[in-house]
């Protein structure tokens, strides 16, 4: 039996060896560094007070841009504004003088702080920063720059999750084991959170009590999993724009040819730990039956989505008949396949046009990504149609 590779040794042995860590810091540091970042955030952090005025409506945006300001930073600043959004720019980490200036005629405040905690500590940081000016909010958007959003200037997503008229709501709902549903979460990049949920002691609480963490594991645990779990146990209404719900029910509503091109562009074929469609695509390619296992093998997938997600296996139909606003900036191989659909989508005219900042920046993404170790594609993808010619030479 051959030995697994040195490097997968390795990152299994690092992995246990962070866990554990994380655990102890959860347990002894963690408590300890609230308190005193507590104490010192006023010194920690510089704000600055922008040109928008800071209204009722109000977006916390997260950014962490160490090689300067990309251009789709001021298009979403721009968005959210346009969408009757004042934005509070929380920077992790100072940025350029030139940055900053630029920023400032695009926000209402910047705010710029060490960079611990990820998201979830700079959203914690604009919300305490609101909460010391007694500033009263009708509405608060939570959201990061790990996406590009929106994808075009006239995006409806913001309108459309308002009109939810929900206590949480966002893009993605997300299960991540069927069997855990305590697990279960709305995808932290943008989540809009209501007026009555803002004044809710529940949402104090969360806020003033979490703790930081420099784990990314942990945060994700602790803040995007955590905080969409405390609204559903609290009896918080949350709902999201898309789901697997909702991705089946679309799909059952297509016709067989409609079903055949989501089923040819579902991005499934990387290494991963669930079973892909490859079975279907080839009894589709031989003419037999195949219609009720893909739309099975979908509501499976998403089940257990820590491999299959929507805004990746499926971005095919999250963008064609869901308009999905974003695309995901994470260089995992799902989120690298899934810009390069985003690109092919808007060349055929499957979906609008890109907005041509949005488009450069994707671009060079695609262009200079760089496989994570263990993530390279191990033989070109088929086509549903090369498979079934490999079927009919049998």
């Not at 010391?132 to 006239?154: G, K, Q, Y």
Request: hydrophobic fraction near 45%.
């Amino acid at each position: 039996m051959a030995l697994p590779a040195a490097w997968k040794v390795r990152r299994e042995l690092r992995r246990t060896i962070d866990k554990l860590v994380h655990a102890t810091a959860r347990i002894t540091y963690e408590p300890l560094r609230k308190s005193a970042y507590d104490f010192a955030s006023p010194l920690l952090q510089r704000a600055t007070n922008g040109a928008i005025p800071l209204t009722d409506r109000v977006a916390i945006f997260v950014v962490f841009q160490p090689k300067g300001l990309a251009p789709s930073i001021l298009l979403t600043l721009d968005h959210l504004r346009q969408n009757g959004f004042s934005v509070i720019v929380v920077s992790n980490g100072r940025l350029r003088p030139a940055d900053r200036e630029l920023v400032c005629r695009h926000a209402a405040l910047v705010l710029e702080r060490p960079n611990v905690g990820y998201d979830f500590g700079a959203y914690r940081d604009g919300i305490r920063y609101l909460w010391a000016l007694r500033h009263d909010m009708s509405r608060l958007v939570l959201m990061n720059d790990s996406t590009w959003f929106p994808l075009r200037r006239e995006d409806d997503s913001l309108a459309r999750m308002e009109a939810l008229e929900v206590d949480l709501a966002g893009h993605i709902y997300k299960i991540e084991d069927a069997k855990a549903r305590s697990r279960d979460h709305v995808e932290s990049h943008l989540l809009m959170i209501s007026h009555g949920f803002l004044k809710s002691e529940e949402f104090r609480r969360f806020w003033s009590g979490y703790r930081m963490s420099d784990f990314r594991a942990t945060t994700i645990e602790a803040g995007e999993k955590g905080f969409s779990q405390m609204a559903l146990l609290e009896g918080r209404t949350v709902a999201t724009l898309m789901s697997r719900e909702w991705l089946v029910a679309t799909l059952q509503g297509l016709d067989d040819p409609a079903l055949r091109s989501v089923l040819d562009q579902t991005i499934d074929r990387f290494h991963g730990r669930q079973r892909n469609a490859d079975d279907i695509r080839r009894a589709a390619a031989r003419g037999e039956p195949w219609r009720e296992q893909f739309l099975a093998w979908i509501d499976t997938a998403l089940s257990n989505s820590r491999t299959f997600m929507i805004s990746a296996t499926f971005v095919m139909p999250a963008l064609v008949y869901g308009g999905m606003g974003f695309a995901k900036k994470a260089n995992d191989i799902r989120f690298h396949l899934a810009r390069q659909m985003v690109l092919e989508l808007a060349d055929s005219g499957a979906i609008p046009p890109l907005d041509p900042v949005i488009r450069a920046e994707i671009v060079q993404a695609v262009r200079t990504w760089v496989p994570p170790r263990g993530q390279e594609l191990t033989a070109p993808v088929e086509t549903a149609a090369q498979m079934g010619q490999v079927a009919k030479t049998r």
